[in-house]
């Protein structure tokens, strides 16, 4: 069964993700946890894969909605974590 590298892509960084917040709840580890998550959505928003964007299938649209959330997740964890070390390093 051949899937779509998108789909992959999308799988991959949810999994990712779902990494991260897992370490961040159970294991208590608020760095390795936040880089998980923010390498996940880096995961989900390398590349747009849609060579025709007249034509959009159900599978491109929901990539297109992950692509536009978890750059914001990316951007917002980025910053929180660089807060993080802020306070730890400078305080």
Partial sequence: MSFKTEILNLIT???????GVL???????????????????????MDDYLQDPSRKSFFNKLTDISRNAFSWVGLLCSAILLFYYIELFLF
């Fill in 23 to 45: 370490n961040f709840i159970y294991a208590g580890d608020f760095v390795l946890g936040m880089n998980w998550i923010i390498f996940g959505s880096m995961y989900l928003v």
């Fill in 13 to 19: 960084g949810l999994l990712l993700v779902a990494c």
